[in-house]
Structure formats: C-alpha cells, structure tokens
C-alpha cells in the first residue's frame, strides 16, 4: 500500500514535469528588435589621429599582447592617458595581478606624470584607482575584480593580466569562462575591460586557450614589439577600422610613454607629421597658453607660416597628445600645456624616483 502511494506521487510528479517542459516559454528578452534605432557603441579608447579608428567601445573587450620586456604595460598607460584625454569626466581603474606593490605605486605615478595631475588629487578624486591583487590566489583575484568593476563602475577597467586568474593557460573551460567573465561585465556595467597577454617567443601567436579565446572575443587587439629604443605597435586583429601600427617610446626623466616616429634621435624631443611640422614643435616653449596665443606662438616658430597652417599644426599637435588641456582643482579650463619630457612634481606622495624602465614591466611567466 505504502509503494503503490509512493509510486503514484511519482507519476503525478513527473507527469507535472512533462506538463510543464512542453509550455511555451517567453523567449522574447532574447530577441533583438532590429526594427529600433540603436546608437552605436560609444567610443572609449580612440585614435588620437582619428576618431574613427576605434580602439575599444563601451560594453566591449580589448587585448594588449607582446613579450616579455616588450612594454606591454607602459603601452596599457599610454593608453590609459589618452583615455583621460577623450573622457575627461570618466574615471579608470587598473588591475594588477603580478607586479609587486612598489611598482604598482609607479604604474600609477607614470599616468599622473602624463596627465600633469597631482597625485594626491587623482587619489582623493577616484579619477584613477590602482588594485594591488598579487596575494590572492586566482580565483580570489577574479571574485575581488568583479566586486570592484560592480562597486566602483568604472568606465575603463585594465587588467594586467588575465593569466594571472586562470590555472592553466591551456584548460579550455575556466579560461572560457574567465573571458565570458570580462564579457558579462563590460556588459553588465557599461565599461571597456582590457586585459594584458604574453605572446609566444615568435611575438606574434599568443600563450595557450586563453590567448586565443581573447583574441577571439576581443574588439580589438594590439601586438607590441621591441623596435630599438622605440615599442612598435600593430593591431592586427580589428572588428572597427584597421588602426595604423604606430611607435612609442619612454621618456628616460619621467618615464612617460609617448607616440613617436621609430626613427627619433637623440636631438629631437617629438616627432610629428612633416619635417616642418616636427621643428617646430620641437621649438615651442613649455608654458601654459590658449588656443589664440598657441597659433601665434607657432606661427612665428614656423617661419610666419600662415594663420591657417598655424591652426592645423596646432589641431595635429592637440589630436597627437602633444599639446594638451591644463587642468586646475580638477577641471578642465581654456589653456593648453606642451606635453613633453616634464619635471616630477615635488608632492608630498612623489618623492621617490621610479624604478628603471623595464623593472615595472613583464616579469617572465612561470
């Protein structure tokens, strides 16, 4: 008696089961209304020499790749900075999995140096914020990653590295569930996540599943190679317009990344558009100005060029990142600095010297 009860909750149990799995479920969340007008994603990171050439868009992913010592990381700040200067209102946050503490506190110092910011201000302000995740184990790393994205909302979120929060870089389920992970989130809170990978001794195919599944989601993906004294940088694998390859170098007082020519000698401080156009940025003076008083200031550096070439320079130099707004208690005002080898401000937080260059950068992976 007692089975015959059992088995007949049984039979209505999945008789329910049945019942249920043949209704019709509302699946319509998962279409996509293409009849509506959707903006396209705001850029993040752009070109500073064409907006059009898109590095990464909000709600997507992008990929620094390239061998140790390659400077992967001094690129991540180059373009962090120009980040700062297309979205002066936004803030960014770097993640570091690998580095000690001491070069992290440099990571952040060598972006502030690029801004001309006070450190004490871009600390205080949250306009930039530096996590230190080295202590954690991997797993910790990604739940402390996802928790400060969600918290802090970010509109840039670096992560150096992503090797650092899988267990083998060849498992392919957790590394494509780590990469499912930075998707979901740059969706989830409208940011663009980067993420830094080594490459292969070739410099041109990247480690394990994990290299490969990023390159696979990512919007974009940047390689950087050693090229003399200067990083040459190619985007090789691009969903928007194809970016240019471009140089940059580090500058041996402030340790700055800056865009350059790979043919920079040691007499030049910038290199810029034509032959003309480079002399006379070379010759501008380091001081605050306006737009008025910068055209004229270049046109008598020009040999009295005219008013309407003086402008164009003077829109090169500003798309280029070389002249840049000046900043005052955090906000934006009309005057523009010449953005080159510039002194470390004498700040309470700034007076130790970093590191050498490459000391910061890549250490080998085990």
């Not at 070069?103 to 914020?129: H, P, T």
């Not at 184990?137 to 909302?153: H, Y």
């Not at 005057?335 to 510039?342: A, I, K, R, S, T």
Request: with cysteine; charged share 30%; hydrophobic share 35%.
């Amino acid at each position: 008696m007692q089975d015959q009860i059992f088995e007949n909750i049984i039979e209505k149990a999945e008789a329910a089961a049945e019942k249920k799995a043949k209704e019709p479920i509302d699946l319509s969340q998962y279409f996509v209304d293409y009849t509506r007008d959707i903006p396209k994603p705001t850029p993040v990171i752009y070109d500073p020499t064409n907006e059009d050439r898109i590095i990464v868009s909000e709600q997507n992913l992008f990929v620094i790749a390239g061998e140790a010592k390659s400077r992967k990381s001094f690129l991540a700040s180059l373009l962090t900075i120009d980040f700062f200067v297309q979205h002066p209102d936004r803030n960014a946050i770097l993640i570091d999995t690998e580095q000690a503490e001491w070069n992290v506190l440099n990571v952040a110092r060598r972006i502030c140096r690029g801004m001309n910011w006070d450190y004490e201000w871009a600390f205080r302000s949250k306009k930039l914020q530096v996590a230190h995740l080295r202590p954690f184990t991997k797993q910790k790393r990604r739940e402390i990653t996802e928790a400060i994205i969600r918290q802090e909302q970010p509109y840039l979120c670096i992560i150096d590295g992503a090797r650092d929060m899988v267990t083998s870089v060849n498992d392919d389920t957790i590394c494509s569930e780590l990469v499912d992970d930075f998707l979901k989130w740059s969706e989830i809170y409208h940011c663009a996540i980067g993420t830094i990978i080594h490459t292969n001794k070739d410099g041109e195919t990247v480690r394990g599943h994990l290299g490969s599944e990023l390159i696979n989601k990512a919007e974009t993906t940047l390689f950087c190679k050693k090229d003399g004294e200067c990083t040459k940088v190619e985007s090789i694998y691009a969903r928007n317009v194809d970016i240019d390859k471009f140089w940059f170098e580090v500058d041996k007082n402030t340790s700055v990344p800056r865009r350059s020519s790979n043919t920079v000698t040691s007499t030049q401080i910038f290199t810029c558009g034509t032959p003309k156009e480079t002399k006379t940025l070379n010759s501008l003076p380091k001081k605050e100005q306006n737009r008025s008083q910068w055209i004229a200031e270049i046109r008598v550096k020009a040999d009295m060029c005219s008013e309407s070439t003086a402008k164009k320079y003077f829109e090169d130099y500003v798309n280029a990142g070389y002249l840049r707004k000046c900043t005052k208690d955090g906000d934006f005002y009309g005057h523009f600095q010449l953005y080159g080898p510039l002194p470390v401000p004498k700040l309470a937080r700034q007076e130790n010297p970093e590191l050498e260059l490459d000391n910061d950068e890549d250490p080998e992976e085990t």
